[in-house]
Every structure is written in structure tokens, then in C-alpha cells.
Antibody
Framework: EVQLVESGGGLVQPGGSLRLSCAAS????????VNWVRQAPGKGLEWISYISSGGSTIYYADSVKGRFTISRDNAKNSLSLQMNTLRAEDTAVYYC?????????WGQGTLVTVSS | EIVLTQSPATLSLSPGERATLSCRASQSVSSYLAWYQQKPGQAPRLLIYDASNRATGVPARFSGSGSGTDFTLSISSLEPEDFAVYYCQQRSSWPLITFGQGTRLEIK
């Protein structure tokens, strides 16, 4: 069974940093592209970052470019999102999801709250 | 950026009825469109990809159609578990994939 489990969310002050993780199991993680998608409370879905299976190709949405960094460790079947200079508008549930251009499997998400 | 506009915002129907949800793109996305279902407190689930292909395990009552700028998700006979929020997503401008704002399907 494919599983993606996010962790690392929490409450952080504006300007602060947080690192999210996503642990994958049930599939050959190193063969699949992975994305981060977020959902602000009561709002819709926003794609924010993509990383290729080998980690050599990375993309970001303009809203997070220069502040967030995606990375993966295929030996540990894990994905990370380093989030710096956080803003109130970054408050959301953050999901990891696998897939190249459609998102086939999703984790349950981790809530990030940016507030003083 | 390709904007996807979903209608209606809320659809109120009874179990057993047919549901028709729409998604309109601000420019042609060919057939590169997907539909997702999201229930409260859960992650989205992929239902349809490339406009009309059902994802693994999706019941046959779900079907998708359309191309270019106008797309439809149909649910032939609503089951209680189908009441949820539905999002469309385009991949035409990959890597910048975008989602519609969602349609809430509620029990009448």
C-alpha cells in the first residue's frame, strides 16, 4: 500500500523557519517525482514545489521561490521542504503527493501556522 | 497562469441523483485536466486524469469529459460517500499546475 506521511508542522512566528518531512513507503520512491501542495484553511489547493525522481530537476511556485527549498533522500525514502522567512499567508496544511503532472497519491498533510 | 473556474460553487442534490460539475479554463489545456475529490479532514484523491480516464479504483459512476477549455465531471447516481468537494487541475502549463477553486457537493 502506498503511504506518504508528512511531519514537522507546527506554530512558528513570522520570519521564522520550519522543516517539513514526508516519509514514503509501499512503492519505489526513487522512481517517482514528488510535489508539495498546500491548502490554506478553508481554501483551495496550491501547488508549490516539484522534484524529479533523481532530485536533479526542481521547480517552485513564485509564491515560495527563494524562501522554500525542496530536497529528497532516496536512500531514506524521504522528501523534505525547508521553509524560511515564513509569512502569515504561508499558513496552510502542507501535503506531499507523488506524480509527474497529476498527483496520484497524497499524504494526510501537516499543518503549518505562522502567527505571532 | 492558466486559471480554472469551477461551477457551481455549491451543488445540492439527493442520493441517487445525477451530478454534473463544470470546470472552465482561461485558455486551452487540450485534454490535460484532472479531477480530485476531497472529503473533510482528508487529503484529495485523484478521480479522473487526462479529462476522461478513471484513476485506479475509482467507481464507474464517475466520468469525465471535455477538451480545450470546457470540462465536465459527472456522477451518474450519487452515493452518500460522494458528497465532498471536487477540484479540477490542469497540467498543460506544467510545472506550474493549477487547481480550480472547488465545487462543494452537498446533500439536499
Amino acid at each position: 500500500e502506498v503511504q506518504l506521511v508528512e511531519s514537522g508542522g507546527g506554530l512558528v512566528q513570522p520570519g521564522g523557519s520550519l522543516r517539513l518531512s514526508c516519509a514514503a513507503s509501499g512503492f519505489t520512491f526513487s522512481s517517482y517525482e514528488v510535489n508539495w501542495v498546500r491548502q490554506a484553511p478553508g481554501k483551495g489547493l496550491e501547488w508549490i514545489s516539484y522534484i524529479s525522481s533523481g532530485g536533479s530537476t526542481i521547480y517552485y511556485a513564485d509564491s515560495v521561490k527563494g524562501r522554500f527549498t525542496i530536497s529528497r533522500d532516496n536512500a531514506k525514502n524521504s522528501l523534505s521542504l525547508q521553509m524560511n522567512t515564513l509569512r502569515a499567508e504561508d499558513t496552510a496544511v502542507y501535503y506531499c503527493a507523488n506524480g509527474y503532472n497529476y498527483l496520484h497519491y497524497w499524504g494526510q498533510g501537516t499543518l503549518v501556522t505562522v502567527s505571532s | 497562469e492558466i486559471v480554472l473556474t469551477q461551477s457551481p460553487a455549491t451543488l445540492s442534490l439527493s442520493p441517487g441523483e445525477r451530478a454534473t460539475l463544470s470546470c472552465r479554463a482561461s485558455q486551452s489545456v487540450s485534454s490535460y485536466l484532472a479531477w480530485y475529490q476531497q472529503k473533510p479532514g482528508q487529503a484529495p484523491r485523484l478521480l479522473i486524469y487526462d479529462a476522461s480516464n478513471r484513476a485506479t479504483g475509482v467507481p464507474a459512476r464517475f466520468s469525465g469529459s471535455g477538451s480545450g477549455t470546457d470540462f465536465t465531471l459527472s456522477i451518474s447516481s450519487l452515493e452518500p460517500e460522494d458528497f465532498a468537494v471536487y477540484y479540477c487541475q490542469q497540467r498543460s502549463s506544467w510545472p506550474l499546475i493549477t487547481f480550480g477553486q472547488g465545487t462543494r457537493l452537498e446533500i439536499k
